[in-house]
């Protein structure tokens, strides 16, 4: 796709989801780190009800650390991998006392020092907390970069960093969103919904399905 293409791509999917935003669940920069850190692997929509009671017992780091690993576990059992991460949610909470005042620091290194916070939390937290233009490149924009021809690459960073390079600055930031809605409910894994996509013109998937299925 050229740099030309690649803007008309974003552009369409910007008109398409004009408010989007984060479906997590959050109320603050601490809620978002933790909400983020338990979707991996899991829905947003997984992760929102079990955080409804867990931010409700546990708001900040020093009431996450006094709930514990097994009351943090109660909360979060229904999603993937809860026992690990209900250790990292309590360590992380730990960390951000003793060393952040009990803040989210704002740079990527000291965000992917805390327990259970890789590249792609980071790239979330940097861009919806504090506005940064980072790309947070997950299974949804993995593949959409590959089979569109968006930001062709063999892994994770090499996506992102195309993505970072080609998309327009002004838009980079935003794009995380549009991106990723895109591929949930459009471009989808197993069948994307070509018929209805609003950047059929500039994607170059050469086995689009144009026509929506007999309901
Ligand atoms: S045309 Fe199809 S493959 Fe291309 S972006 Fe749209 S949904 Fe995805």
């Known amino acids: 796709m050229t740099l030309k ?10 008109e398409a989801h004009p408010d989007a935003a984060s ?7 601490y809620t978002l780190l933790v909400a983020v850190a338990l979707s991996a ?17 546990a708001p900040d780091p020093a009431a996450m650390v006094a709930l514990g690993e097994d009351g943090v576990a109660a909360h979060i059992r229904s999603i993937g991998l809860w026992r690990t991460k209900a250790r990292n949610v309590v360590a992380l909470s730990q960390a ?9 620091p704002r740079d990527r290194a000291a965000l992917e020092a805390l327990p259970g916070v890789g590249r792609k939390t980071a790239n979330v937290v940097m861009n ?4 940064d233009s980072t790309m947070a490149v997950d299974t949804h924009i993995f593949r959409i970069g590959n089979r569109t021809g968006l930001a062709p690459g063999r892994t994770t960073r090499a996506v992102e960093d195309q993505l970072v390079a080609r998309i327009p600055a002004p838009l980079l ?10 591929g949930r409910y459009v471009c989808k894994a197993r069948r994307p919904e070509c018929w209805r996509c609003p950047a ?3 994607c170059q ?3 689009k399905v144009l026509v929506a299925p007999a309901r």
């Open 5 to 14: 293409e690649v803007e008309r791509f974003i552009t369409l999917l910007a």
């Open 23 to 29: 479906e997590l669940d959050f109320v603050d920069d």
């Open 41 to 57: 692997q899991a829905t947003d929509a997984s992760v929102n009800r079990a955080t409804k009671g867990l931010f409700r017992d």
């Open 200 to 202: 059929q013109e500039p």
């Open 173 to 182: 930031r935003p794009a995380h969103h549009w991106l990723i809605l895109h």
């Open 205 to 207: 998937y050469t086995a």
């Open 128 to 131: 919806v907390a504090f506005g």
């Open 96 to 104: 951000l006392l003793d060393q952040h005042e009990g803040q989210v």
